[in-house]
C-alpha cells in the first residue's frame, strides 16, 4: 500500500502540492488528472523521491520513506519511468534494457555471479524488448529511436525493475497512432496481474475511462476529488474543468496527431474556489 499524508511542496510563495493524503492500493489503477499546472507531476516526483516534500509524509508498506533518496524508494519498489536522460544514449536498445535486468538483480552482488547470470539476464532482457515491440530495433542506439519507440524503451526498463507501485506520467504524449496502442496494452497487462499499484497521469479521458479503477482529481495542489471513474467523471469539478470544452486533438504531438481527443483545461474554466474535495 502507498499513502501520502497531507503532502506539501512549496516553491517560493506558491504551493504546488497542497496537503494531499490518499492511499492506493495494490491491484488497482488510479487515474490522476487535473488541469495543467494543478501539480500532478509535482506530486509523483514528491512520491518517488525527485523533489523533497515541505511537509507530509510518503509511506509504503507501512514504512516512511519520506526521507529516503530515490534509489533508496526504487529499491523498496516504487517503479518511476525512466527518463530519457537516465538512458546510455550510446548503448543499444537490448543493452540498456540488460543493464535494468542486471541492476535489478545483482544489486550489491558480485560480478561472478553477473557472469553465471549472464544469459538468463539477457534472455530476460530479450523478452522485455520484444514485449514492448521494439524487438526490430535490439541493436539501435538508445538515442537513435524516434520518440514513441524511446517511450517504449523506458517502460522495458521500468519493467526491469520488477517494481511493485507504477507511475506513468502521460506516457503516450507526443506518441504517433501506431505506438499509443502498443504503450496502453501494456499497462493493461500490468493490470491484469492484479498485484500491481499503478498510477496513471492522463489527460485523455477515454483512456482514463477505460483504465482507471478509481480517480482522482488535483486542481491547484489540491485533491478535489476522487471515487469511482462514472461518478467523478461526472462530477462538477470534472465537467467544469473537462468536458466544458470542445475536445480537440492533443498540441503535444510530435510524431504526429494524437489518437484520441484530449480535453485541456484553460485556466478559465475552473475557478479556484469552486474545487469542493469529493465533489
Ligand atoms: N521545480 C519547480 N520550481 C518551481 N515551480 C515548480 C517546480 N516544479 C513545478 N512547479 C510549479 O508547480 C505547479 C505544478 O506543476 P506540475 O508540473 O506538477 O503540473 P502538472 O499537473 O503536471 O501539469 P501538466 O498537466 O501541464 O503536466 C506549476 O505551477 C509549476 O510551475
Ligand atoms: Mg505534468
Known amino acids: 500500500m502507498l499513502e501520502t ?33 494543478a501539480g500532478k507531476t509535482t506530486y509523483f516526483n514528491l512520491i518517488s523521491g525527485q523533489l523533497r516534500a515541505s511537509a507530509g509524509t510518503v509511506w509504503l508498506n507501512g514504512t516512511d520513506i519520506t526521507g ?45 555471479a553477473v557472469w553465471l547470470d549472464r544469459k538468463e539476464t539477457l534472455e530476460r532482457a530479450r523478452a522485455l524488448v520484444a514485449q514492448v515491440r521494439l524487438g526490430d530495433r535490439v541493436d539501435a542506439a538508445a538515442s537513435s529511436l524516434p520518440h514513441g519507440d524511446q517511450r517504449k524503451l523506458e517502460v522495458a526498463m521500468l519493467m526491469a525493475l520488477e517494481p511493485s507501485v507504477y507511475m506513468f506520467d502521460e506516457p503516450t504524449a507526443g506518441m504517433s497512432v501506431d505506438d499509443v496502442p502498443v504503450i496502453l496494452d501494456l499497462i493493461r497487462q500490468l ?7 499503478i498510477l496513471l497521469v492522463e489527460h485523455k479521458m477515454d483512456v482514463v475511462r477505460e483504465l482507471a479503477d478509481r480517480i482522482i482529481v488535483l486542481h491547484n495542489g489540491q485533491l478535489v476529488a476522487d471515487g469511482e471513474p462514472a461518478a467523478v467523471i461526472a462530477s462538477p469539478i470534472v465537467q467544469q474543468a473537462y468536458l466544458g470544452l470542445v475536445p480537440e486533438i492533443s498540441p503535444s504531438g510530435q510524431d504526429g496527431p494524437a489518437p484520441f481527443p484530449t480535453f485541456p483545461l484553460a485556466g478559465e474554466g475552473a475557478g479556484r474556489g469552486d474545487a469542493v474535495r469529493g465533489a
Open 191 to 197: 493490470k491484469g496481474a492484479r498485484d500491481k499499484t
Open 68 to 112: 529516503e533518496t530515490v534509489p533508496a524508494r526504487t529499491h523498496r519498489g516504487l517503479g518511476r519511468a525512466f527518463q530519457l536522460t537516465q538512458l546510455f544514449p550510446n548503448l543499444s536498445v537490448l543493452e540498456n534494457v540488460r543493464l535494468a535486468v542486471q541492476s535489478k538483480r545483482h544489486e550489491g552482488l558480485s560480478l561472478f
Open 5 to 37: 499524508k497531507e503532502l506539501t511542496i512549496r516553491f517560493g510563495g506558491h504551493v504546488a502540492v497542497d496537503r494531499v493524503s490518499c492511499a492506493f492500493a495494490p491491484g488497482t489503477l488510479t487515474a490522476i488528472v487535473g488541469p495543467n499546472g
